[in-house]
Nanobody, 123 residues
Framework: QVQLVESGGGLVQAGGSLRLSCAAS????????MAWFRQAPGKERESVGF???????YHAVSVKGRFTISRDNTKNSVYLQMNSLKPEDTAIYYC?????????????????WGQGTQVTVSS
């Protein structure tokens, strides 16, 4: 069982930055692929990207070059650094985990989810 707790959301002006954190419980954190998803009002949840156990990453086209996913296995944590934020980045951001070394952009492939943290970008 893995429990995930996100933090770091808030209100920021367009062009600003935020760093989200996700703390995971459990001793096998290093064997999990970690991901970030987001859900904007009235829209479906979508993948932001993921990071594999070995540090390999994938970032969605919509955030590539602006967002960076990283992890610190010594702290059982994964991070989402968000720069050059746009109003369309406004959403609830979720951390997710799946056992194994291969990443996925599919919601159904993830077994564990955090409660989400709100990110609001004003224009």
């Amino acid at each position: 069982q893995v429990q995930l707790v996100e933090s770091g959301g808030g209100l920021v002006q367009a062009g600003g930055s935020l760093r989200l954190s996700c703390a995971a419980s459990g001793r096998t954190f290093t064997t999990y692929t970690m991901a970030w998803f987001r859900q904007a009002p009235g829209k479906e949840r979508e993948s932001v990207g993921f990071i594999q156990w070995n540090g390999g990453t994938y970032h969605a086209v919509s955030v590539k070059g602006r967002f960076t996913i990283s992890r610190d296995n010594t702290k059982n944590s994964v991070y989402l650094q968000m720069n050059s934020l746009k109003p369309e980045d406004t959403a609830i951001y979720y951390c997710a985990a799946r056992p194994g070394q291969f990443g996925s952009t599919s919601i159904s492939d993830y077994d564990y989810w955090g409660q989400g943290t709100q990110v609001t970008v004003s224009s």
